[in-house]
């Protein structure tokens, strides 16, 4: 199962696998939110779906969906928003949900520093945990353009400082372990599953773009290399979107997207 969000015209595309082909199945747009840039973001977790619409209410929320297996049909569950959240916030620009965890970025929060929320689901609603936004950011940091979570990690791009953080839960709180600084819009995509991290820098390798890969070990992550596209030219923003899965052997297998090649 996959979800395809499309902000221009908010709505949200569901096709499932029958053997070798993907079908789809329906689309979701809740009522009233023309210009919410409702699917500007998406992630799904089993029956699980957030989609985010950063410009709702012109300060963004985050909707959260339930599928029922047997039907195909999608119910909206929950309408999360940050605690504080105001104008111009860009609250849902990014989201990423993970057993249980759901978070959400803000990147224009706070004069475009940026600022990331972090939910606990209890029962059928979601429930604010924690506020992100580091001390040591710069307006236009972007922190929270991208987000991903992988249970007790979490990794926030802010690729107006070419930088990444990262976050692992201690108890009930989330803390900073490390911070990486590189270039090329660094951080604008962001991808965890287990101990492999992957970030996007689309405008890195000649502005071809790449993605770094970093692996979790000894309390730390450690840079392990670059992927570049082979036929790669200026412009292919390489890195704009990634994605992650491993499989029960450990194996990795990687998803980029460049949205300039043509």
Do not use: C
């Amino acid at each position: 199962l996959f979800l395809v969000g499309t902000d221009s015209a908010g709505e949200l595309f569901n096709f499932r696998q029958r053997g070798p082909q993907w079908t789809y199945r329906s689309s979701t747009i809740p009522a009233a939110l023309p210009s919410a840039k409702f699917g500007a973001s998406v992630d799904i977790d089993g029956y699980t779906a957030v989609v985010g619409a950063p410009q709702y209410d012109n300060r963004g929320v985050a909707f959260v969906f339930e599928q029922n297996p047997n039907a195909e049909t999608w119910t909206l569950k929950d309408q999360v928003e940050g605690a504080g959240t105001g104008t111009g916030d860009d609250f849902g620009s990014a989201v990423a949900i993970d057993g249980g965890r759901l978070i959400v970025g803000a990147p224009d929060a706070n004069f475009g520093k940026g600022s990331v929320y972090i939910f606990d689901q209890v029962g059928s609603k979601w429930v604010e945990n924690t506020r992100l936004a580091p001390s040591d950011l710069a307006s236009g940091a972007n922190f929270g353009q991208a987000v991903a979570i992988d249970m007790d990690s979490a990794v926030v791009g802010a690729p107006g400082m070419n930088t990444i953080y990262t976050y692992q839960r201690e108890s009930a709180n989330w803390e900073q372990d490390s911070k990486h600084t590189e270039s090329g819009s660094f951080g604008s995509s962001v991808a965890i599953d287990g101990n492999t991290l992957l970030v996007g820098a689309p405008t890195a390798n000649a502005n071809s773009g790449s993605v770094s890969v970093y692996s979790y070990g000894a309390d730390t992550w450690d840079f392990q290399g670059t992927l570049t596209a082979a036929d790669g030219i200026a412009g292919d923003a390489f890195g704009t979107s990634v994605d992650l899965s491993l499989n029960t052997t450990g194996a990795a297998t990687a998803v980029v997207g460049a949205p300039g090649v043509h």
